[in-house]
C-alpha cells in the first residue's frame, strides 16, 4: 500500500524560512482506553507555535518515505508527527483493520493540538490506508482538525475497497492482508522470545529459539494473525459490519476542508472522486462545503512518474510531486498564502491521458461534458478481436445477440489496471489488451478510426441487456484505447456481480435465461481518443485474480468449491438497445492548466 504523499508544485509554495528540524523519537500517547501508542515527532528548532500536519500509519513511522518528508515539511515550518497505530511496529494494542481509527485519530488530533509547540491547528497527510486514518478521523470532527490532505483512498470499505460490484478484491485483499500479517506475525514472535526458557534444555541440540511449539501456517495462520480476513469474507453484502466505519453514511460529520489526490489505474479512484462529491454536497460545515478540492493524477498504487505501465505520459505526469503540493495546501490552509488553491472557481485539477496535459474544471464530473451513448452492434458474433462486434452512436435495430461460455476454470486473465500491492508478481497500469481480446468468452466492440479527437473525461457506465443460463453470474467491461498500430491500451473497468444487480445490501439470484437490464460502473477516466484511433468495449464475465471467480451456483463464494460453466448473452437490439455511456467534451472546452 502507498503511505506517502508522491505529489509537488513548486511555483506554488512560497519562499520562506527554512529551519533546523529536531526530531524526538518513540514518543507516547494513551488513547481513551488507555492503549499505548508511539509516535516520531519532528519541529522546527525555533521559539513559538506551529501548525501540525499528523500522520497515522500502519506500516512503520520509522521507513524512509515517512521519515524524508516529515523533516522536509517540518524544514517549512511545520510540526510533523508520524504515529503507528494500534497494534502495528511500536504501537500497542490489537491491530484490526478500520475499527480503532476513529476513535485513536479523534484523540491523536487533540493530543497533537496540546504539545507545547503547537499553535492548536491539526492537519493530516497520507494515502491509501493512510488515507482511511484522515478520513475516519475526519468523520469523528475533533475540535482541532483543521482540514485534512487525503491521498489515493476510498470512501466506503466494502464497495471500493475490498468488494466491487459485488465481487471479492481477490488479489488486493489477499496481498494486503499478507503484507498486514507479516507485522503481526513479527510481534507474535517477539512475545515468545526468551532464551531462559531453554537454558535448561538438553541435550544443547533440543534448544528450541522461539517459546512455541510451532508457528501458524496455512489458513490457520491467517485465522489467527489475520482474523479480519475472514470478516470480510463473512460479510460479502453491505451490512452493519461495513457501515459502521462507511465514509459516506457519514459525510455530513465531516466539517473541514479537504485536498482529495487520486490517480487514473488506482485502486481506490472512485471513493477519491465520491469523497470530493461527497463533501462537497453534504459536509458538516458551510467551510467544509467550500473547501474541497481534487487533483487527479496518473497512476496512484499503479505507480507514479512519467511511465506508468506500458505507456510513456512525458513530463506533465511529474508536474505534481508531493511534498510540495501538501505544503502549498496548508500554506493556504493555515498560512492564509493566497496560491492557486485560493481559487475556488477551479477546484478540480485532471490529468488528460492522450492529450498528456492536466485540465482545470469548475467541478467533478466537468459540467461541460455530454453524455453519449455509444450502442453495441454485431450479426452476432462479437467474440473475440476476430469477430463483427461495432461500436456506435446509431441506436440498433434488429440484431442477433452475442454468446459466450463462462468457464470459472479458464477465466480471462488480469492485464494490468487498478491493482495493488505486488507489481513483482503482478504489474499494473496500462498495458496491451490483445492477448485477452483474442480469447471467444471476450465480446469486442470496436468503433470506426475517429476522424478527429474526442476527449471523453468523467464517469463511464455500462447499460447492457443480458441473461445467463446460470442463477448467478458476472459480467465485465472495460473501455480501451486503440492506436493506430494495434496497442490497446486499457483506460477504466467494471465489475458486477448478478446478485447484486440491485443492491448490494440484499442480494438475489437470477432466474434463468431471464433478461435483465443491468448497470455495469466502469468509474471513471479521462482520455483523448486522437485522431485515427479507436474506442473499444470489452465485455465478458471475469477479470482474475483482479477479482475473484463467480462460481456460477449461487452458493456462498468464500466457503464454495464446486462451479458450473455459464451460457452469457448480451443483447442488443431497438428492445434492448445495450450501450456504453460516455461523457464526451466539446471541442474547445476544456481548459489546459
Known sequence: MIGALVLSTPHCVRAQQSYEVIAQNGVPMKTRDGVTLYADIYHPRAEGKFPVILMRTPYDKSVSWAVTPAYQIAAHGYVVIVQDVRGRYTSAGEWYTFRCESDDGYDAVEWSAALPYSNGKVGMMGGSYVGATQMLAAIAHPPHLAGICPVVTASNYHNGWTYQGGAFEQWFDENWTTQLAT??????????????????????????????????????????????????????????????????????????????????????????????????????????????????????????????????????????????????????????????????????????????????????????????????????????????????????????????????????????????????????????????????????????????????????????WARSSAVDTDFTAKLVDVSPDGFAMNLTDGILRMRYRDSQERPELMNPDQVYKILVDLWATSNVFQKGHIMRLEVSSSNFPRFDRNLNTGAAQATSREFVSATNTILHDAEHPSALLVPVIPAGAATPR
Open 183 to 464: 507485522n503481526t506475525l513479527w510481534r507474535l514472535i517477539a512475545k515468545n522470545t526468551n532464551a531462559l526458557l531453554g537454558a535448561p534444555t538438553l541435550p544443547l541440540t533440543h534448544y528450541a529459539a522461539f517459546n512455541y511449539d510451532s508457528l501458524p501456517a496455512g489458513a490457520d495462520a491467517t485465522a489467527q494473525l489475520a482474523p479480519y480476513y475472514l470478516d470480510w469474507l463473512a460479510h460479502p453484502d453491505y451490512d452493519a459490519y461495513w457501515k459502521q466505519w462507511s465514509i459516506e453514511e457519514h459525510f455530513a460529520d465531516i466539517r473541514v476542508p479537504a485536498l482529495h489526490i487520486g490517480g487514473w489505474y488506482d485502486i481506490f479512484l472512485n471513493g477519491t472522486l465520491r469523497n470530493y462529491m461527497g463533501i462537497k454536497a453534504h459536509g458538516g460545515s458551510e467551510a467544509a462545503r467550500n473547501g474541497q478540492r481534487l487533483l487527479i493524477q496518473i497512476g496512484g498504487h499503479a505507480g507514479f512518474g512519467r511511465r506508468i505501465g506500458d505507456v510513456e505520459f512525458g513530463d506533465e505526469a511529474v508536474k505534481f510531486p508531493s511534498t510540495q503540493v501538501l505544503l502549498a495546501w496548508y500554506d493556504y490552509l493555515f498560512r492564509d498564502v493566497q496560491n492557486e488553491f485560493a481559487d475556488s472557481s477551479k477546484p478540480v485539477d485532471v490529468f488528460v491521458m492522450g492529450e498528456n496535459k492536466y485540465h482545470q474544471e469548475s467541478d467533478w464530473p466537468p459540467p461541460e461534458a455530454k453524455l453519449t451513448r455509444y450502442f453495441l452492434h454485431s450479426g452476432g458474433s462479437a467474440n473475440s478481436l476476430r469477430g463483427d462486434g461495432r461500436l456506435s452512436v446509431t441506436p440498433p435495430k434488429k440484431e442477433t445477440p452475442d454468446k459466450f461460455t463462462y468457464d470459472p476454470a479458464n477465466p480471462v486473465p488480469t492485464i494490468g489496471g487498478s491493482l495493488c500491492c505486488d507489481a513483482a508478481h503482478y504489474e499494473p497500469g496500462p498495458r496491451d489488451q490483445r492477448a485477452a481480446e483474442n480469447r471467444d468468452d471476450v465480446l469486442v466492440y470496436s468503433t470506426t478510426p475517429l476522424a478527429e479527437d474526442l476527449e471523453v473525461t468523467g464517469p463511464i457506465t455500462l447499460e447492457l
